[in-house]
């Protein structure tokens, strides 16, 4: 069964950092373009960073970049994101995302990754 499960999210001072993990299960996961998506409460999902299959190449969304490293480890199967300079913009549901096989490069549209998380809450506060 494919999984994807989230940890890390939590509470923290504007600022602060969090560092997100996400563990796959089920999936061949280096063989998956990866990526995190955000919600914000009552904003529609949006696209923060995605990751290629090798770790090579990164793409950022311009709220994040700069404060947002996406990385991976494919020996363990886990994509993570170092969260710095936080913001309470950036209060959100965190999702991680995987695309299938076929896919060889990183997307930023929600119908374009095939796998979910079931997400973490990040609350920054000011």
């Known amino acids: 069964q494919e999984q994807l499960v989230e940890s890390g999210g939590g509470l923290v001072q504007a600022g602060g950092s969090l560092r997100l993990s996400c563990a796959a299960s089920g999936i061949t996961f280096s063989n998956r373009v990866m990526g995190w998506f955000r919600q914000a409460p009552g904003k529609e999902r949006e696209f923060a960073a995605g990751?290629?299959?090798?770790?090579?190449?990164?793409y950022y969304a311009d709220s994040v970049k700069g404060r947002f490293t996406i990385s991976r480890d494919n020996a363990k199967n886990t994509v993570y994101l170092q969260m710095n300079g936080l913001k309470p913009e950036d209060t959100a549901v965190y999702y991680c995302?995987?695309?299938?096989?076929?896919?060889?490069?990183?997307?930023?549209?929600?119908?374009?990754?095939?796998?979910w998380g079931q997400g973490t809450q990040v609350t920054v506060s000011s």
């Open positions: 990751i290629t299959r090798s770790g090579g190449n990164t």
């Open positions: 995302v995987a695309r299938s096989t076929m896919a060889l490069t990183i997307a930023t549209r929600i119908n374009e990754y095939a796998y």
